[in-house]
């Protein structure tokens, strides 16, 4: 069956200090990846998204991410985090079949609380 | 400017009454879909729509209607809304072969 995880429920990172946020999934193939942020209130935000190519996808707000294919993994990674960086966080991944190719798949979310 | 438009943002209904949530999107996608978000669960889709007037379900359709009349407009229905259904809805759309997914605000549902 697909299914992706996210095995950190939740994660408090200090200001400035870097994050990882991990993501597996299980998957007949290779799907499309994405990252989505959800600040409080608010809708999602798509981070960045992997199609096919180079494996180290940089996104927006400083956020990048790798693909590894031998792992099934799409970590989501920034250097240096700052207090507005402080949210939920979903992976997701998405069929490359024509038959569904627009229902993605999301992680249970890993909420990330930033300290001073 | 490209968006999900959903309406209300905010719901509090009774048990049985029955509701209408809107979905407009303004970039001609073809793919509009429903997802819930629930707390350890992430968001789990309900229904989708590859086009005009072709609706499908997704993993949880269980007490929800859509239609797709128009290419722009996705209502989400719950004939008869029970507790259970009380939650984060979002709708979202996009195009063949880019199943990058733009959502909308969000509307969150109280059932009593």
């Known amino acids: 069956a697909q299914s992706v995880t996210q095995p950190d429920i939740h994660i408090t990172v200090s200001e400035g200090a870097s994050l990882e946020l991990r993501c597996n999934y299980s998957?007949?193939?290779?799907?499309?990846l994405f990252w989505y942020v959800q600040s409080p209130g608010q809708g999602l935000q798509l981070l960045l998204k992997y199609f096919s190519g180079d494996t180290l996808v940089q996104g927006i707000k400083g956020f990048e991410a790798e693909f590894k294919r031998s792992q099934s993994s799409f970590n989501l990674r920034k250097p240096s985090v700052h207090w507005s960086d402080a949210a939920e966080y979903f992976c997701a991944v998405g069929a490359r079949t024509t038959d569904s190719w627009g229902k993605l798949q999301f992680g249970a979310g890993t909420q990330v609380v930033v300290t001073p | 400017e490209a968006q999900v438009t959903q309406n209300p943002r905010y719901l509090i209904t009774v048990t049985g009454k029955k509701l209408t949530v809107t979905c407009s999107q303004n970039m001609n996608h073809e793919y509009m879909s429903w997802y819930r978000q629930d707390p350890g669960l992430g968001l789990r889709q309900i229904y989708y729509?590859?086009?005009?007037?072709?609706?499908d379900k997704g993993d949880v359709p269980e007490g929800y209607k859509v239609s797709r009349k128009e290419k722009r407009n996705f209502p989400l229905i719950l004939e008869s809304p029970s507790p259970n259904q009380t939650s984060l809805y979002f709708c979202?759309?996009?195009?063949?072969?880019?199943?990058?997914?733009?959502f909308g605000q969000g509307t969150r549902l109280t059932v009593v």
């Open positions: 998957y007949g193939a290779t799907p499309y």
């Open positions: 979202a759309s996009s195009d063949p072969g880019n199943t990058e997914a733009f």
């Open positions: 729509s590859m086009n005009v007037e072709v609706t």
